[in-house]
DNA sequence: CCAGCTTGTATTATCGCCCATGACTTTGAT
DNA sequence: ATCAAAGTCATGGGCGATAATACAAGCTGG
């Protein structure tokens, strides 16, 4: 802390004035007039002086800070995402907490309570788990604004996200459009994780006539580049490979893609491959990756948008809206059309 | 918020004790006897009592949060930074207020003024200028407790952080022991910035006794892959090209390596290119790129560690102390000995 | 010339919690 | 039985700010 902290007070008493007189003033109420206004405003400046926020959030009731929870955010999408609510919530005068679950539970639980204890005005939050969602249903319940940033319509949770269900279908159709019938998946197969992405995948099957495989999905059991590689070994180590891939992360995607350099696989030619997220690395790797774009800006835009609607509700939360963003399929040389 | 908001008083009405009685008892204080204790802390459970963090701050003089300062996090090193420090400093009992200056110096100081209105306890500054740090160092003679995560071993201000002109040294340094003298070098030449990798640079030729060409650097002008990637094209138009290129990060030099490929060079044989920060995706690049490890486990642990000790001071604030972490090369195909 | 309105400032209460003080009760030693 | 030493709880003040209310002046007008 500084030494010394300036309080009202201490202007107070340099000025003459009362502690009230100085806070109006210095909070432009026209009740004070121009001449005291000013001086109370010259020696709040010549001592340095700095509301207490603390003290300020206490008696108006709001902190105007917002809790931000992620599960982990190296993954470079999440990262724009944190990025981005960062300064959207800056510029409307929030500052945000920021926590990780690290993909735990128990974890995200508890920092959600930390979160509520230091009083914040509304949490995002990224949920570990897109089917365990009832202690952020009860929070919402309770009154607390919650804006989730995955999708589950019917949740009962704000939520604004991009349409993963959606935009995988739109990957492992395009795969499917270009000639593709035998098709990979790298995608974690949690019962109780992210189900949207597998079910666009299989959707997408259906719809074109074809069998699901199950024996073709791979579960990475992570999400860096690394583990995107072992998968997809474990993919070409069937009797029958596949001859595409459908990475559910441009990491995992780049891994896959290693994995073919190292085996002396051409890409799109022996298999093609696509990812998910749209990050940088994937245009300029090796191969440029197809890949959903992620729409940071609009997610985290309508997100804090939301956010800041149900804080500012008049009279109790309005009924949960979901938002979900139809991806851009982006298609580059991993999935150029079959030579043959 | 809430709709009902439990305090102590509730839960005093509820037991019949006092406010004091309930909150000692809640804190376990041995003043109040088991019994009593016990009734008070189960009608907290059942009331779901949540302590006023704001409240607690006002009294206690301090905040338990720590406010976290980078430039942008799109740096995947420095997304890891971030995200291991909430984690150490939630281990030990604090939150982290999050913010990015976007490499804007009144933003940088705009958002610890905020950081200072909040109340937060400490601060870890990842500064945009290594040159510009006046308003840091005040901060600290005003008695705040603040840890850089960039080094200047006479900035009078607490620093934790990897060596980067060792790092660039030993780079550099690599490059030309495996025979290379024209070495171009992707970095920021703003004079008010980053200038340690570039000291690490010449550095490295002086000793080996080769004459720097200034020609031979290129700025990026940000940091992503398609910016190394132009950068790289500038440095490779040179009537005389280098033969090597020194990246000030790992995105750059994977742009870097985009460009040798879609100009069909061959690397190392043609060019060599190493990195900074040793991020995932360079290791596991079209060729596996050598790079200076950022360690970031040991920085941030350090860094949390010091700004704890700063904040626990006694007396004022000990004299500042810079820890520069001495980083290690690692060395792959991307600087492989040169065949010829 | 005083009721009745502005106008400018001071007083007091409040937010939720912690701390110092001390009153009252119980226990144990003499 | 008396008194000191613990033990147990309530009271009041304060953290730094805001908000509601009160209170002096200075005007106006009938």
Redesign the interface.
Known sequence: ???SPIRLKDIADRTGFSVNTVSLALRQSPRIPEETSLRIREAAEALNY??????K??VN???K?IG?VLT???N?AL??V??AI??AL?TRGY??????S?NDLEEEKR?I??F????V?GMLIYPRSHRELAHIRRLRQ???PVVLLVGDPDAGIDAVCVDERRGAYRAVRHLIDIGHSRIGIIDTSNAKGNLEKRDGYTQAHQEAGILVDMELLADPLGN???RG?WAMDRLMSMPVRPTAVFAAND?LA??AL?WT?KNNLRVPKDVAIIGFDNI??A????TPISSVKYEVEMVTELAVERLLQLIAAPDGLPKPRVTMIDPELIVRDSTAGRGD
Chains 1, 2 share one sequence.
């Not at 500052?95 to 990780?100: K, M, P």
């Not at 245009?283 to 090796?286: D, K, V």
Request: charged share 20%; glycine share 4%.
């Open positions: 802390m500084g030494k700095l509301p207490n926020h603390v003290a959030s206490l009731r709001e902190t800070t931000l982990d955010i190296t470079p990262t724009q944190a990025q960062e300064m800056s500052s945000t907490l920021f926590a990780t690290n920092v309570e930390v509520r204890s230091r009083q005005d309770a009154g607390y860096s580049v690394i590689y990491s780049i891994g290693r350099q940088e690395f245009e300029h790797a090796a």
